[in-house]
Structures are given as C-alpha cells and as structure tokens.
T-cell receptor, first 109, second 115 residues
Framework: QKEVEQDPGPLSVPEGAIVSLNCTYS??????FMWYRQYSRKGPELLMY????GNKEDGRFTAQVDKSSKYISLFIRDSQPSDSATYLC?????????FGQGTELSVKP | SAVISQKPSRDICQRGTSLTIQCQVD?????MFWYRQQPGQSLTLIAT?????????ESGFVIDKFPISRPNLTFSTLTVSNMSPEDSSIYLC????????????FGEGSWLTVV
C-alpha cells in the first residue's frame, strides 16, 4: 500500500462548482500534510499545509484532515477556470515529500 | 518564501549525451532536493543535495547516472548522464525553508526531452 493515495481523475466540473479533492494515507502517525497545485509543465506551487485534525481555510480553499478515517481533503469553493491544474497531496518527511499521484482538475466556463 | 531559479527551463537532448541542470536559490537553505516527474506521473525524489558532502540517493537512483553538486547553501546542480528517451522528464529542484523549516518550495522545473 502506498503511503499517500489519490484518485488521478481527471475531474471535470462547471465554473462555480464546489470541488472536493481527496487523499488517503496509510499511517495514522502522519500528522502534517501539504497540498500543491501544478499547472501544466510548471513546478508545484504550495497551496496549503495542515497539521493534525480539523480544517484550515485560505480564501476559496479549505483543507481538512480526518485522522479517524485517515482522509485528507481539499475543497475549492466557487471554482474558476484558472483553478484547472493538477492537485497533489503530500506528506513531508525529513524535508522530503511523499506525493500522491495527483488529481487532474478541469473547470469548464 | 524562497525564489528558486532553474536553468535550463527546457531542452531537447540527443541520446547518449549528458546535461547539467542548475538550481539557484535567493537565500541560504540547509536542505535542497532533486525530484523527477515523468510524463503523466507524480513526483519522485532522486536525491538530497548535501552541502560539502556527497548527495544521498533514493532507491533506484545512482550517482553515476545522476551526479549532484552542492558547492554552497544557495546553489546545486544535477547532471543527467548518458541520456535515453526514458529520461525525458521534468526535473525539479526543491528547498525547505520557513519558520521551523516546515515549508517546501519548488523551482519551475527543467523539461528535458531526449530524442
């Protein structure tokens, strides 16, 4: 079992929709997670990081960790075509990152 | 945050040749890493670039194929040696910074196509 698993999609939604992106992780000791956004042929851009359980909000983005189910979620409200990208969840370990497979999101105007 | 510059941003390389990618950071950082992202895949760590000592390679990656230099705290190079089409990937430099060293940033990447 991979440490961090993510549905690769692709996921296509209409503009304005609420998007839910999800990852699962294997080790309940993991507490710190990151979400990156990657546009085509660009480096990943850090969106948010979360620690332990609960929600963290930043503008239209909300990151959520559910330790009981080992589930990580990223919600995007009022999605825009500019949100079209690949979203990667990651677990840091000693400065390194263990990535999920990434979910490709397309927001249609 | 950290500003990370990579060169070249993209290149087309002949089979059997080698190419060196440079990574320059706008501030001193303790830890620098090199990742590879093959087409349609997620990122895989190649190695940790250690300042003043040999790089630490992940399983499946070796120094002869991916020699790395780290002469100071703001600069590193990754060489992809004896390239084959399977080496066509984005190569990304990453640094850890921030309060408590808890934020990890990436360069824009170097897109290599081997023909």
């Amino acid at each position: 079992q991979k440490e961090v698993e993510q549905d690769p999609g692709p996921l296509s939604v209409p503009e304005g929709a609420i998007v839910s992106l999800n990852c699962t992780y294997s080790n309940s000791a993991f507490q710190y997670f990151m979400w990156y956004r990657q546009y085509s042929r660009k480096g990943p851009e850090l969106l948010m990081y979360t620690y332990s359980s609960g929600n963290k909000e930043d503008g239209r983005f909300t990151a959520q960790v559910d330790k009981s189910s080992k589930y990580i979620s990223l919600f995007i409200r009022d999605s825009q075509p500019s949100d079209s990208a690949t979203y990667l969840c990651a677990r840091p370990w000693g400065g390194k990152l263990i990535f999920g497979q990434g979910t490709e999101l397309s927001v249609k105007p | 945050s950290a500003v990370i510059s990579q060169k070249p941003s993209r290149d087309i390389c002949q089979r059997g040749t080698s190419l060196t990618i440079q990574c320059q950071v706008d501030s001193q950082v303790t830890m620098m890493f090199w990742y590879r992202q093959q087409p349609g895949q997620s990122l895989t760590l190649i190695a940790t670039a250690n300042q003043g000592s040999e790089a630490t390679y992940e399983s499946g990656f070796v120094i002869d194929k991916f020699p790395i230099s780290r002469p100071n705290l703001t600069f590193s190079t990754l060489t992809v040696s004896n390239m084959s089409p399977e080496d066509s990937s984005i190569y990304l430099c990453s640094v850890i910074t921030g309060v408590g060293g808890n934020t990890i940033y990436f360069g824009e990447g170097s897109w290599l196509t081997v023909v």
